[in-house]
């Protein structure tokens, strides 16, 4: 059974803003650091934002000050709040356990168009 599902994605204008959600299943959420990765096609995957248990969170330079990482423990669920998209923000999203990960969910894709 799928673990990690991804949502949230589609075409958006540079600029603009998108929320990805990612649902959690048959893991101890709340204890885990939680983190959004993304890979653009020809390009390797990338940490974007984690968020730890308590909520500390963490992003790459090239989110910080646009991307908002955010979890609900009640709700099993980790989002990635996008905004000022640009065209190298295009990409596959996914979720995944900070560190030791599971099985990747199918990811949420996000072209941003110029």
């Known amino acids: 059974q799928v673990q990690l599902v991804e949502s949230g994605g589609g075409l958006v204008q540079a600029g603009g803003s998108l929320r990805l959600s990612c649902a959690a299943s048959?893991?101890?959420?709340?204890?885990?650091?939680m983190g959004w990765y993304r890979q653009a096609p020809g390009k390797q995957r990338e940490l974007v934002a984690d968020i730890s248990s308590s909520g500390i969170t963490n992003y790459a330079a090239s989110a910080k000050g646009r991307f908002t990482i955010s979890r609900d423990n009640a709700k099993n669920t980790v989002n990635l709040q996008m905004t000022s998209l640009k065209p190298k923000d295009t990409a596959d999203y996914c979720c995944?356990?900070?560190?030791?990960?599971?099985?990747w969910g199918q990811g949420t894709l996000a072209p941003v168009s110029s």
């Open positions: 995944n356990l900070v560190g030791v990960s599971i099985a």
């Open positions: 048959r893991i101890m959420f709340s204890i885990n650091a």
